[in-house]
């Protein structure tokens, strides 16, 4: 069946970097981009942007751009999501998504677990 | 950027009740429109898509409808375990966007 398991959580002070995994099994990994979503405690979703497993090519939404890096691991069928320079409001818990099917634009179907990164001196 | 206004912010409401939440994005996004239930500590699940249609797995008490700037969520027949957070989310276009969600409680 198709599973995203993601690393587990994180502490770390700010400034420092974090590097959260997603990997992917039950499917071809190159078929389907990853996405990532951003929860911060007691609030909403908020899309982060995605990973095309194919050729590597990351987007991001506007507010992650500049300290966030996705990549992958292909052979590992892992996709990854760095944080650097943190700041106590990236204190949350991420969640790697992907689509049903293979369009441009779809619904999420299938959700890792989450990864919670907390921020704290 | 599609804003999706999302209301009530919460519900209480009794066992057996039926419930209805609302989204309206701030544009048409042409039934581009996903329905999910999280719990807490866990990750969000998939209830509706395409504003209308029920996910594999989801009880038929769960129902998506409206289109252009409309939407909402009703679950007939309250159950215990209903009791969760709902988002509304648009994946009409980039960047994706989520209703700020409706906490369930009951009465």
């Known amino acids: 069946q198709i599973q995203l398991v993601q690393s587990g959580p994180e502490l770390k002070k700010p400034g420092e970097s974090v590097k959260i995994s997603c990997k992917a099994s039950?499917?071809?990994?190159?078929?389907?981009?990853v996405h990532w979503v951003k929860q911060a405690p007691g609030e909403g979703l908020r899309w982060m942007g995605w990973?095309?497993?194919?050729?590597?090519?990351?987007t991001y939404a506007d507010d992650f751009k500049g300290r966030f890096v996705f990549s992958l691991e292909a052979s590992a069928t892992t996709a990854n999501v760095q944080i650097s320079n943190l700041k106590n409001e990236d204190t949350a818990t991420y969640f790697c998504?992907?689509?049903?099917?293979?369009?441009?634009?779809?619904?999420?179907?299938?959700w890792g677990q989450g990864t919670l990164v907390t921020v704290s001196s | 950027d599609i804003q999706m206004t999302q209301s009530p912010a919460s519900l209480s409401a009794s066992l057996g009740e039926t419930v209805t939440i609302e989204c309206r994005p701030s544009?048409?996004?042409?039934?581009?429109l996903a329905w999910y239930q999280q719990k807490p500590g866990k990750s969000p699940q998939l209830l509706i898509y395409?504003?209308?249609s029920l996910h594999t797995g989801v009880p038929s008490r769960f129902s998506g409808s409206g289109s252009g700037t409309q939407y909402s969520l009703s679950i007939n027949s309250l159950q215990s375990e209903d009791v969760a957070s709902y988002f509304c989310?648009?994946?009409?276009?980039?960047?994706?966007?989520f209703g700020a969600g409706t906490k369930l409680e009951l009465k």
């Open positions: 998504a992907r689509y049903e099917l293979r369009r441009l634009h779809n619904w999420f179907a299938y």
């Open positions: 039950g499917y071809t990994f190159t078929d389907y981009a």
């Open positions: 990973i095309n497993t194919y050729t590597g090519k990351p």
């Open positions: 544009e048409d996004i042409y039934n581009g």
């Open positions: 395409n504003a209308n």
């Open positions: 989310q648009q994946y009409y276009n980039y960047p994706y966007t």
